[in-house]
T-cell receptor, first 109, second 115 residues
Framework: GEDVEQSLFLSVREGDSSVINCTYT??????LYWYKQEPGAGLQLLTY?????DMKQDQRLTVLLNKKDKHLSLRIADTQTGDSAIYFC?????????FGKGTMLLVSP | EAGVVQSPRYKIIEKKQPVAFWCNPI?????LYWYRQNLGQGPELLIR????????DSQLPKDRFSAERLKGVDSTLKIQPTELGDSAVYLC?????????????FGPGTRLTVT
């Protein structure tokens, strides 16, 4: 079945880059997503990447996809305190999303 | 444009009591999802609707959970009777069917506490 794994916690200083990693199992996934969840809120779609792409950049966000290793990463440049949240990686299978457990990003001043 | 609306935001009930959650999706989104998010976990799909038809309810515990989406717009998720293990955040999401990216837009969720 589908499974998505993420590291649980990342702590960085404001201004540094953050890299959140994810591995997935479904090689037929057409899209892979990154969602952000702030405390007490629903999930907000940050970005996505199509499976035939290696990289996608969107302002401070860079997504890298290694399809051979089924590895996805999200890089946040110039991390700000407002980026503190839980970040979920998700893959699409049969028109539904399978989420990882989330990575809590803590940004300290 | 209004996002996905859910109510109530919080609910505290005693076990064995029934509870219902309501969701209003983004206008024009014909696909609606209910997820359950346990503490420290990612959301897990309970049921997916295409218009008024439940097309994937394989993960819905049908002995106590029920859902409906009359007229293919608003949806209600019900639990009867509740158990302590039902404490979680219940998230509703919507999307355009056939969209290129299956983008789902989430509501803020209903945090259920069963005592």
């Amino acid at each position: 079945g589908e499974d998505v794994e993420q590291s649980l916690f990342l702590s960085v200083r404001e201004g540094d880059s953050s890299v959140i990693n994810c591995t997935y199992t479904d090689s037929s996934s057409t899209y892979l997503y990154w969602y952000k969840q702030e405390p007490g809120a629903g999930l907000q779609l940050l970005t996505y990447i199509f499976s035939n792409m290696d990289m996608k950049q969107d302002q401070r966000l860079t997504v890298l996809l290694n399809k051979k290793d089924k590895h996805l990463s999200l890089r946040i440049a110039d991390t700000q305190t407002g980026d503190s949240a839980i970040y979920f990686c998700a893959e699409v299978g049969y028109s539904t999303l399978t989420f990882g457990k989330g990575t809590m990003l803590l940004v300290s001043p | 444009e209004a996002g996905v609306v859910q109510s109530p935001r919080y609910k505290i009930i005693e076990k064995k009591q029934p509870v219902a959650f309501w969701c209003n999706p983004i206008s024009g989104h014909n696909t609606l999802y209910w997820y359950r998010q346990n503490l420290g976990q990612g959301p897990e799909l309970l049921i997916r609707y295409e218009n008024e038809e439940a097309v994937d309810d394989s993960q819905l515990p049908k002995d106590r959970f029920s859902a409906e989406r009359l007229k293919g717009v608003d949806s209600t998720l019900k639990i009867q009777p509740t158990e302590l293990g039902d404490s979680a955040v219940y998230l509703c999401a919507s999307s355009l069917t056939g969209g290129l990216s299956y983008e789902q837009y989430f509501g803020p969720g209903t945090r259920l506490t069963v005592t």
